[in-house]
């Protein structure tokens, strides 16, 4: 079995196809429509950092980026550094847990900085940090937990089911 040789470049431009590929094929979501941006990854670190403009469709009653829009971007990170980390088509978030700071002005520009605490087989463990750009001060802060699931092999598995 041919095993991808994981490194620095490897991450970037993974990441990069990723986000990408959330353009093309989710344009109506929300992950799309937050537009991601790569700013920087580390291998040996295993972390990443993913820049989300604050948009006005974003804002909550007082004028800021919405919790939830928060909670999503670092949802979006995180994703993004599961499964990479992983090497899956598929990692869905199984706990996420957020706190807010202090706003984050439409038209800034949050800076989500996710770090994997723990990579295992079948579960990876992540924090991160959100900065408002234009100030640097935190805003946010999230762990998360996701499942690392091959869904190519789940599909495989699901076709034998009942078959001798």
């Known amino acids: 079995m041919y095993m991808k040789k994981l490194d620095q470049g490897t991450m970037e431009t993974s990441i990069k196809a990723e986000i990408e ?6 344009i109506d979501s929300v992950n799309a429509m937050m537009k991601p941006e790569f700013a920087d990854c580390s291998f040996e670190g295993k972390t990443l950092i993913i820049a989300f403009p604050v948009l006005e469709w974003e804002k909550n ?3 800021a980026m919405h919790g939830g829009m928060i ?3 670092f949802d979006i990170a995180f994703g993004l550094l599961a499964r ?3 090497s899956q088509n598929f990692a869905p978030t199984i706990q996420l847990e957020t706190v807010f700071i202090r706003p984050i002005p439409i038209g800034d520009v949050f800076m989500v900085h996710v770090k994997a605490n723990l990579a295992g087989r079948k579960l990876t463990h992540l924090y991160g940090e ?5 100030t640097g001060k935190l805003a946010a802060t999230a762990t998360s937990s996701y499942f ?3 869904t ?3 599909a495989i598995s699901e076709e034998n089911v009942g078959k001798p």
């Open 21 to 26: 590929k959330m353009y093309r094929n989710q």
């Open 61 to 63: 009653r007082v004028g």
């Open 71 to 73: 909670a999503a971007a």
């Open 84 to 86: 990479f980390l992983a």
């Open 130 to 134: 959100g900065f408002v750009k234009s």
């Open 148 to 150: 690392n699931e091959d």
């Open 152 to 154: 190519n092999q789940r």
